[in-house]
């Protein structure tokens, strides 16, 4: 019984400890699990900072843009009045025109070679004109559109070289008219690329983003920062297909992250289109750096959880293996502390703890309980012709015979020398009197084995008591069977008596 309740006992122990450690790692899930949702909402935020500061610079760039383009408009169309009425007075006269033409031209820093063509598309008119020149302007595409009278207003080239240094440039023009209605001619302003890439500059653009200006065609006018095959690019239009897909919706500005075709660089892009005219403003800041932060805040915070749940497991793990061990190391103690070495069975202590807790509960339900007094018959002539080890090894042997001869719940133990005590619990004396002599049988029909020696035959002597009384102690149970024992050695021995 105490071994069960001690089992028990070591059992709870042990759960609670399995407990404690599944408690401290569910702590440290929670934790995790905490701590991964404040990141998450962190990068969401950092996300949103960044689609804001792009949306930002997007607005301002393509208010300046506007205006500067607003500017060449109205510069323009102030130049075709004047050309207008020149045309209407009868002529037009070239030194009036031209100086009218610097003075506009002036006003627009931004813009260079304010021009008019005639009807054939050559330069008449316009500052900066070389003397004697004949440029011919009839093959580029706006003056074949403004010629056929297909586009009415601004009308807004794709980059092209200059005819004289070859500099990359946008060419804004609109169409005049002779006083018949024909077509007389395109007054045009042309805006070096190189222009607007410095009003791009304005905007700080962080490491690996990015500010485009795109044309109708969704072809580039201008980047800044300029890649290193900066003229290679201008022109081109590869563009990242969730950009297309938004500009299919009808939408002007919107936010989207792509690959950049250019240099696949992944960057969360804000566009705009620049207000009254096809052009298309994009501002991008590559993912890298503005999550560079919150990685390197991500990576140490993760880091610090790893390491304290390692450290946390770690020490929760050996507590539990070293409470295991202990566990084991107290209860090899106890049952050393209870065990008999010699025999492997209860020792005369453990046997008595286990006898009053029987006789205890035979009182408390009003069953028999019997003891049987067993000692081995002649055992300190083994000792004494044989030796103290075959005395050992004959006393293991008896022991385990015995064992197999009880049942499964009676109790066996070691009481001194070659006496055994044998509890049997719910037994009168008729079954303990069958009992004892299956062991007796037993006993005697057994031949031990022992080292160095012919197989040696034992008998038992064998005392039994009965609960007589529920108040009697075990002392008197226990003296009543070694009486019987003492009788059946003096009856002859191998005998039971009681």
């Not at 794709?158 to 169409?175: E, F, S």
């Not at 750096?289 to 790893?306: D, H, N, P, Q």
């Amino acid at each position: 019984m105490p071994t069960r309740i001690r089992s028990f006992r070591q059992a709870r122990q042990s759960a609670r400890s399995s407990w404690l450690l599944t408690g401290i790692i569910l702590i440290e899930l929670i934790i995790a699990i905490v701590v991964g949702g404040i990141l998450i909402d962190e990068c969401a935020q950092v996300e949103e900072r960044a689609v804001q500061a792009t949306r930002n610079d997007a607005l301002a760039l393509e208010r300046e843009l506007a205006a500067i383009v607003r500017s060449c408009d109205i510069m323009l169309g102030t130049v075709i009045d004047e050309y207008h009425r020149q045309l209407a007075s009868g002529g037009v006269d070239a030194v009036r025109l031209n100086q009218f033409i610097a003075v506009q031209a002036a006003r627009l820093p931004e813009a260079e070679g304010v021009r008019v063509t005639d009807s054939a598309g050559t330069i008449r008119y316009g500052s900066d004109v070389p003397a004697g020149a004949r440029i011919n302007l009839s093959d580029r595409t706006q003056f074949r559109s403004l010629a056929a009278q297909e586009q009415d207003g601004l009308v807004i080239s794709r980059p092209q070289r200059t005819r004289i240094d070859q500099r990359w440039q946008v060419m804004l023009a609109r169409g005049a008219k002779n006083p018949d209605g024909s077509f007389a001619g395109m007054a045009f302003v042309s805006v070096p690329v190189e222009n607007l890439t410095q009003t791009l500059a304005q905007i700080a653009v962080p490491e690996g983003g990015a500010i485009t200006l795109r044309g109708a065609d969704l072809g580039i006018i201008a980047r800044y920062p300029d890649p290193d095959n900066g003229d290679d690019v201008v022109g081109q239009s590869m563009v990242a297909k969730p950009f297309t897909n938004l500009l299919k919706t009808g939408a002007d500005a919107g936010t989207f992250r792509a690959s950049t075709p250019l240099d696949r660089i992944e960057r969360l892009t804000s566009f705009r289109k620049v207000a009254g005219y096809p052009l298309y403003l994009t501002v991008g800041r590559a993912e890298e750096e503005y999550l560079r932060s919150w990685r390197t805040w991500a990576t140490v915070t993760a880091g610090a959880i790893a390491l304290f749940a390692a450290m946390t497991t770690g020490l929760a793990l050996v507590a539990h293996r070293t409470r295991r061990r202990l566990a084991h190391a107290s209860q090899e103690i106890r049952r050393l502390a209870h065990t008999d070495f010699v025999s492997e069975l209860m020792n005369r202590r453990a046997l008595l703890e286990t006898a009053e807790l029987e006789l205890a509960r035979a009182r408390r339900y009003g069953k028999p309980l019997s003891l049987l007094v067993l000692d081995i018959d002649h055992f300190k002539s083994i000792n004494d012709t044989l030796g103290h080890y075959a005395g050992d090894k004959a006393l293991h042997q008896f022991a385990a015979r015995v064992r197999h001869a009880l049942r499964e719940v009676d109790l066996l133990g070691r009481w001194s020398g070659g006496e055994f005590v044998a509890v049997l619990p719910e037994t009168d004396v008729t079954h303990a009197r069958e009992v004892a002599e299956r062991v007796r049988h037993t006993v005697a029909a057994t031949e031990l084995a022992l080292d160095g020696t012919p197989p040696l035959k034992l008998t038992v002597s064998i005392g039994i008591a009965t609960l007589a009384a529920p108040d009697e102690a075990f002392e008197t149970i226990i003296a009543r069977a070694d009486t019987a024992l003492r009788e059946a050695k003096n009856a002859g021995r191998n005998r039971v008596c009681g």
